[in-house]
């Protein structure tokens, strides 16, 4: 089984910064992608940023320019760091792995989520 651990979530004002992490039980190098999403109150899980692990990244439009996302294969670890933060960012933040199986079904492991507050 694998567990991800996220850290890093807290208050910050408008225009602040945050860094999370994301610690894995498993070698990242075993996945296919990692992954952060989030989910505000009475809205949908998006997927916020991602990176492959030949280290292509996507971003989510509203993200874009703000945050980036980067691995450090020999901790294990993925970080997004998040600058010019704005009220709307406000959410639960999740680490995500996702690796494809030979035989079967992709699968997906989640952390246990890290609240963001944006707010003055």
């Known amino acids: 089984q694998v567990q991800l651990v996220e850290s890093g979530g807290g208050l910050v004002q408008p225009g602040g910064s945050l860094r999370l992490s994301c610690v894995s039980s498993r070698s990242i190098s075993s996945f296919n992608r990692m992954g952060w999403y989030r989910q505000a109150p009475g809205k949908q899980r998006e997927l916020v940023a991602a990176i492959t692990s030949g280290d292509s990244t996507n971003y989510v439009d509203s993200v874009k320019g703000r945050f980036t996302i980067s691995r450090d294969n020999a901790k294990n670890t993925v970080f997004l760091q998040m600058n010019s933060l704005k009220p709307e960012d406000t959410a639960v933040y999740y680490c995500?792995?996702?690796?494809?199986?030979?035989?079967?079904?992709?699968?997906?492991?989640w952390g246990q989520g890290t609240q963001v507050t944006v707010s003055s």
């Open positions: 995500n792995a996702y690796v494809m199986t030979f035989l079967g079904p992709p699968r997906d492991y």
